[in-house]
């Protein structure tokens, strides 16, 4: 069955929720770890699948962590090295989360960031751009092709709405998904058709292999009654068919070679082609 094409991949912004909740800090070695990176459930309905969390594990290796997103989200790889925080070390799939560390700079930013994690600030939180293939409904993440960045930022972006690098709006979405839902309901019943035609087309094939058949037995019209049809239609394979021709065949035969003794019932003008074929064998 033909399935839609997949959306193109687009860029998401999203908070991770609850990120700060089993981290640690390493002052010594500049480490904060096991911060949640990214978590399977969004808030305004979209869903991460598990295996798109498992195959991305490797992309956020060593990728950079800076503080606040780009001033141009439609350009999220054009950073300045002065928010640069660190990178990610030691990603990881645990309990439907991609959890890593992150090796902390001993820049201002980095600084900064350490004070922020230390003091748990509220508002601060962090927030992955990621580039990302969505199931043809749109509810469903099923990869994620690139990490761009991790951020920490004040009042990130929560998942109520993705941020999305065509700066598509809710109502537009919301047009896009009944549009998307009149052309699978389209599909449908275009796969109805074209099912329906192929029956069409198979019965019409085998009435005439049937017909073929017929003429090539040399059978007498009025033997091929419509219970005979019916039987010959009923059969599956060009074998079972010709079977059955061979056998009315034969009992035509074995009659016009051994014909009963009766009277020879005057025929009806309404007689059924069964009745008919009866009278041809008995008088054979």
């Known amino acids: 069955m033909n399935t839609l094409p997949l959306p193109k991949p687009i860029q998401l912004t999203e908070k991770c929720e609850d990120w700060a909740g089993q981290l640690t800090v390493d002052d010594d070695n500049r480490l904060v770890r096991n911060i949640a990176l990214s978590g399977t459930i969004s808030r305004n309905g979209y869903t991460y699948s598990e295996q798109s969390l498992q195959d991305a594990v490797a992309l956020y290796a060593d990728k950079p962590v800076f503080l606040d997103h780009a001033a141009d989200k439609t350009r999220p790889h054009e950073r300045s090295t002065k928010d640069l925080v660190g990178s990610i070390v030691s990603p990881r799939y645990i309990d439907g989360r991609i959890r890593g560390d992150i090796r902390v700079l001993e820049t201002d930013s980095g600084h900064t960031f350490l004070k922020l994690v230390n003091s748990k600030s509220p508002g601060v939180g962090m927030s992955h751009v990621v580039l990302a293939q969505r199931s043809a409904d749109g509810s469903t993440v099923l990869k994620i092709e690139d990490v761009i960045s991790v951020d920490a930022v004040i009042n990130p972006a929560t998942t109520n709405t993705f941020h999305e690098s065509e ?16 052309i699978s309901q389209q599909r449908d019943a275009l796969l109805q058709e074209r099912d329906n035609l192929r029956r069409s087309i198979s019965t019409l094939q085998n009435e005439q292999i049937l017909q073929r058949m017929l003429r090539e037995s040399k059978l007498p019209s009025e033997t091929v009654t419509e219970s005979f049809l019916t039987q010959l239609r009923k059969a599956e394979t060009e074998v079972e068919k010709l079977s059955l021709i061979n056998d009315r ?18 025929l009806h003008t309404e007689t059924s082609t069964d009745t008919l074929f009866i009278n041809t064998i008995r008088t054979r």
């Open 167 to 182: 700066q598509t709006t809710d109502p537009e979405i919301a047009r896009l998904r009944e549009h998307l839902q009149n």
């Open 249 to 266: 065949y034969a009992l035509i035969e074995s009659h016009a070679q051994h014909p009963p003794i009766y009277s020879h019932p005057r």
